[in-house]
């Protein structure tokens, strides 16, 4: 790939040229795309280690935090996961989803259970939404407010400060954001071309990447085979 820029680049007559050349502009998406799940995968490595006692106490020790959200193609099914509906289902499980429902149905009533039937009903509803990509994209707010429900039901056992709550809610609202423009990104690189195999090695960056930080932070990730 990178004798193939250099050729192309020695062909281009102009920086003008060259800002509007298609194979250069799909390199420089290619490359950005990159820096981002990099910079992700290096943040959530961060935050792992910031909270290692805990991590350790949950057995999460070798796991890769939020991997679920990352997009992944199903050769069986032939399409796409959504990393949204990963999201609301990882939030559910935390409120205590048993699965006998959908998540959207599950966390809508949990949501709008002060508000009355109809607005459980709407609740379900903009969940759904969220996950279908309809109504444009939600206000970070929104996220917050769902995130702090579901932080209240997961915690309201546990003796934790306002402020940790907040900012456990906080932090799961980002989740949210995080899977909402993972699948945008996603959908819009497809109608742009990107091949499926294009695309699932740029997703599989997350992983490699989160992998490095853990060893370069000393605190490795044993091999699944070699995993106690």
């Known amino acids: 790939m990178r004798e193939a820029l250099i050729a192309r680049l020695a062909v281009l007559s102009s920086d003008k040229e060259a800002e509007l050349d298609p194979m250069l502009n799909r390199a420089h998406v290619v490359d950005t795309l990159a820096v981002l799940m990099r910079l992700l995968a290096w943040c ?24 679920e959200l990352i997009p992944a193609f199903d050769d069986v099914a032939q399409e ?14 935390m409120a205590g989803w048993q699965q006998k429902q959908k998540a959207t149905r599950f966390l809508g009533q949990l949501w709008g259970r002060e508000g009355g039937v109809d607005s459980v009903e709407s609740c379900m509803k903009l969940l759904r939404y969220w996950v279908q ?16 429900v579901i932080t209240a039901e997961k915690l309201r056992s546990a003796d934790v400060d306002k402020d940790a709550m907040e900012h456990f809610a906080w932090y799961q609202a980002v989740i949210l954001r995080v899977a909402e423009t993972l699948t ?45």
């Open 133 to 148: 990509l309809k109504k444009g994209r939600p206000d970070f707010k929104t996220f917050l407010r769902l995130s702090r």
């Open 80 to 93: 796409w996961s959504s990393p949204m509906q990963s999201a609301l289902d990882r939030l559910a499980k």
């Open 44 to 67: 959530i490595a961060d935050l792992t280690i910031g909270l290692w006692e805990q991590v350790e106490r949950d057995g999460m020790a070798h796991d890769i935090p939020l991997q």
């Open 184 to 228: 945008l990104v996603r959908l819009d690189l497809s109608k742009k071309g990107y091949t499926t195999a294009e695309l699932s090695e740029l997703m599989s960056i997350y992983q490699q990447e989160f992998r490095t930080a853990r060893d370069l932070l000393g605190k490795p990730i044993q091999l699944a085979e070699t995993a106690v």
